[in-house]
């Protein structure tokens, strides 16, 4: 069996252990609870509102459209939270325990720890995400029949964003502690909210310099900018033209940007690997 | 094989910032031996120990362990390592421990588990392998520990502070994994400063001071070093007190008693012919062997470590 298969199934074992699996799917449980109910007592209303709108030519269609982007909004932060939470202790609390020690003076490459520990991660993400992202939209379904568009692409956007966030993390942890990679994560995180934001209103007001600051703060972390993409893939057209609205942009990140985004996962994937090859343990 | 050296160093060292771990490490330890690393806390063991294991990477010198620089991955299958403080996944039973780490070392199948049960039941954990390692006490993390580092057979086995967790009852057993570990021909490093354990278990011990090797020698010539007589004997002449400052400091006199610090315990015989060539009535000539404690504060001093 190879090293990363050993870490990989050992740090899968280590989620269900210590009970991050059952944790984080009794919330997860309880959010896609709170959604449906929420969903079901705004219904007539929404159904009624979009009637009374629909001679302005909104339908019905948009307003689901606009519920279900908060839903998927508040799942992509959970996301995002998960996978700062699940690697900001892996390596440096093996390594300030001391667990790490017997592992790395076997016969194994450093990277096959990190690799393999990445690789286990990457599929609790992705199964968090498609139970809570799938649980949003097939509520929306199940009670009003109603589809966003795109939803594969946005998905797969929206999980590039919490692998981002994962595999930074990891770099981090990798010579930092726990706290102080939680710290740089959540602080990056805010960096790129806010200069969301900035360009949001840059691009509403035609602001150019707000437009740049938003774009130079994507490019020191691009998580937030994968998320605009993901919205205007989903997004009802309708909603897009009205630009405005907390879960949703007018200025779409481009595919640049997406591939910007991947390229910034593989170096922080190099870094971690890297400095965790030379750290003294 | 027995020229062959199990760990060979030159001028290791370690530097964190400015401050010194371990200054310059010079160490040669044969194959089949049993080795014992001694020093006050703070000297330097472990981090010569993580040096040798590729932990921790070097700040200059160089070293050979089985005959291949450090670093080298395919060497490390043949070494086994007891960590300090013993800390592993708590989560895992003792078999899946057992298991885990022989997966790391390649091994798989039946005779992995085989192995895994042989070794719980060496080191008295038969029976305990279910249980999750959570529930074990101090001693039987240890004695776990000990069976994760024998877990593919190596040719060389480095044990931070092996019994510091354990009753007398598991230091007995520890003593005797050792020594069947030797009998099989593989090279022990027990790093301790439990100087009773090391007495007894090792050939040959290093003291290490301020991460320099202050003094090696085998266990058994550290005895003849060093040791204190005591002389009782009539007709002592001022002139036979005297010639007695030849062979050793006089530490004391009381009437008939002597009290004498020699360098060797070789220099017995020819103190003897000496004083009965003298005339002197010896009645009694007592080498007072020091324990390794009081040879670790005459070579290492009394400041002890921080």
Known sequence: MSAVVILFR???????????????????????????????????????????????GVGRGDFFNFVLMAGLYAVNFL?????ALLAADTLSGEVSTGTIQAIAVKPIRRSS??????????????????????????????????????????????????????????????RLTALATGGMIFGLYGIAFLGGWVEQFGSFSENTTAIQVGIVSSLIIPSEALWKRAAFEMTAPLVRLLGFSPFSSPSVPSNLMVVYAGAYILVSMLVALWSFGRRDL | ?????????????????????????????????????????????????????????????????????LGDRETRRRIGFLPEHFRFHDWLSGDEFL???????????????????????????????????????????????LAQAMINDPELIILDEPTSGLDPVGRLLVRDVIRELRQRGTTVFIN????????????????????????????????????RVTLRAGNLTEAVKLGLAAYGEVLRRDGELVLLSIASSKVLPEMTRFLVERGVDVYALTPHQPSLEELFIQIVGMEGGL
């Open chain 2, 1 to 69: 094989m027995s020229t062959a050296l199990a760990i060979d160093t030159d001028r290791l060292r370690k530097l964190y910032g400015d401050s010194v771990a371990v200054r310059a490490l010079s160490l040669q330890v044969a194959q089949g031996e049993a080795f014992g690393f001694l020093g006050p806390n703070g000297a330097g063991k472990t981090t010569s120990i993580k040096m040798l294991l590729s932990l921790v990477e070097p700040s200059g010198g160089t070293a050979r362990v089985l005959g291949a620089p």
């Open chain 2, 99 to 145: 298991t885990l780490h022989g997966r790391l070392h390649g091994l798989d199948g039946g005779d992995l588990r085989r192995r895994v049960g042989a070794l719980l039941e060496r080191v008295g954990l038969a029976g305990h392998g279910g249980k999750p390692l959570k529930a074990y006490s101090k001693g039987m993390l240890q004695r776990v520990g």
């Open chain 1, 79 to 83: 996301s995002i939270a998960m996978g």
């Open chain 1, 113 to 174: 720890i990190v690799f393999g520990k990445w690789l286990a991660f990457a599929i609790l993400l992705a199964a968090y995400q498609v139970l809570l992202a799938w649980g949003v939209i097939l509520s929306v379904w199940l009670q009003a029949g109603y589809l966003p568009p795109n939803p594969i692409p946005g998905l797969a956007l929206m999980y590039m964003e919490a692998i981002l966030i994962m595999t930074l993390t990891m770099a981090g942890s990798s």
């Open chain 2, 192 to 227: 301790s400063h439990l100087l009773s354990e090391v007495e007894i278990t090792c050939d040959r011990v290093a003291f290490l001071k301020r991460g320099e090797v202050i003094h090696a020698a085998p266990v058994k010539d550290l005895h003849l070093e060093a040791t």
């Open chain 1, 10 to 56: 050992l740090t899968l074992l280590e989620a269900a252990r210590r009970r991050m699996l059952l944790v984080a799917l009794l919330m997860g449980a309880a959010f896609l609870a709170l959604f449906n109910l929420g969903f079901y007592f705004m219904l007539p209303n929404v159904v009624a509102g979009a009637d009374e709108a629909g001679s302005v």
